[in-house]
């Protein structure tokens, strides 16, 4: 069974935070407002829910969604550089992307590899479907073209077909 302490603080730092960076980004691909970041959030939000207490999921996910969820403050892992400086957010979070498949290789087997990071980029998906792009988040198609860029990239990215 994978536990914390399979991890360094580092590696554990980059799982925690990949389901938030790839949700900062696809917000910043095609900023809709207010409305439209508070559904994407809060659909974000309902999927670790979910994980945390579906028995079928994949041990990894459960894992970091129940560490998001229960022990935020107490175990928040050491704070690498987070994203490069330069460029736009969704730039910057596919660079970070690109070193997630390698610190999951160092640590869990390919299943569970790939189903992390088939996870994130179903929770990118969830967070870019979450809000129609137009005016107030209620008008518009559901995934913008920037979006789905961002989203197609993320797939190419870590592998995920």
Excluded at 63 to 79: F, I, R, Y
Excluded at 80 to 87: I, K, M, T
Excluded at 147 to 153: A, V
């Amino acid at each position: 069974m994978i536990a914390r302490r399979d991890f360094t603080d580092e590696q554990w730092y980059r799982l925690r935070a990949a389901p938030f960076q790839v949700t900062e980004a696809v917000i910043e691909a095609d900023p809709s407002g207010t409305l439209a970041t508070g559904r994407e959030l809060k659909a974000v939000e309902g999927e670790l829910e979910r994980v945390r207490y579906d028995p079928g999921e994949n041990s990894l996910v459960r894992l970091v969604a129940n560490s998001l969820k229960d022990d935020a403050a107490t175990d928040p892992g050491v704070a690498p550089a987070d994203l490069p400086e330069d460029g736009p957010l969704p730039e910057r979070v596919l660079a970070v992307m690109a070193d997630l498949p390698t610190v999951l290789d160092a640590t869990v087997d390919a299943d569970t590899n790939a189903a992390f990071r088939a996870w994130i980029v179903q929770i990118a998906e969830i967070a870019a479907g979450a809000a129609k792009e137009g005016f107030a988040g209620v008008a518009g198609p559901a995934v913008s073209e920037p979006e789905q860029d961002f989203l197609d990239r993320l797939r190419q990215t870590l592998g995920v077909s």
